[in-house]
Structures are given as structure tokens and as C-alpha cells.
């Protein structure tokens, strides 16, 4: 297995076949580092995501390549690997119609309704907040300097909060 390989995924041309993936934003991930944007891969590995009003990026994340993602089972989709990529696509062509809004009706509503439509695990109340909690909770990292790039400015902020108070 190459360095740029981890089992099915191929790091390097970002394909993560039935995954939730995650990577950072520019500055809200830097105050708030469980915040981030969120897309879902079909079953080829190619990303989805809901990058802005009216826009489905596919193959290329708006914030960069994925520095998390957590694997699912296309058995546990309603259809199986077929049912997972129709609820991707469909999910997708709706949020294609829709204005992004940060709070309300963002990237992780766009996999949430993908989950919703192929009933994963037999449900259909999948959200924004389920999806960032499992996320934080069973996501992994793509390597440590994925871990890096998500964790370091928040402390070098850190860091430097605590120096500022302590010094004046």
C-alpha cells in the first residue's frame, strides 16, 4: 500500500468511496475547530458538496481536499450501493436550486437530505447537528498533516491569547 493510499481511498485524487468527508475553513475552523465544510462521496469516490447558492461542486471541494472523512456501509442505504448513489445525485440536484446559508441550509443539510433519502440505518432524521457530532466523533484524519491543518492555527490563537493576557 503506497503512502498515498489508505485501503479503498486513494488520498492523493481525494476518492473516498461512501464517505462523509470534511475539511477546514479559513478562519471559523481557526476560532471554532469542530466547525467545518462537509461533502459526501458517491460510490467512485467522487465528493459532492454544496460550495455556494445554487452550486454542487463535484470532484473539487470549495475548501480544499478532505483532511477528514468517515466511511459508511452502502449496505445500510435504503438500495444499496445503487440507492446511495441516486440519493447523492438527487440530493445534489436539489441543493443545485438553493441558497446557501451558513446557519440554516448549508453543506451538512446537503448530506443530511443524501442520508435522508437513502434512509441510512433506517432513518430519516438525519441533520446539520447529528451529522457534525458523529462527524467530530467517528471522523479520521487523512493523514497527520490533515491533523495539522486543522488543529494548529486554533492553537497558535490560543497560544497567543494566553501570552496577551499574561502580559498585560
Known sequence: MSSQTLGNFDVARSRYPFCIVWTPIPMLTWFFPF????????SSGIIRDFAAPYYVSEDNMAF???TKFWQLQPSRAKGGIE???SSVI???????TRVHNLFCDNCHSHVATALNFMEYEGSSGWNMVKLALLMAWHGKYVSFLAYIKTWLPFFCIVI????ISLFY
Open 35 to 42: 466547525i467545518g465544510h462537509m461533502g459526501i462521496a458517491l
Open 64 to 66: 480544499g481536499k478532505p
Open 83 to 85: 440507492g446511495w448513489d
Open 90 to 96: 438527487e440530493a445534489s440536484e436539489i441543493y443545485k
Open 160 to 163: 497567543m491569547i494566553i501570552c
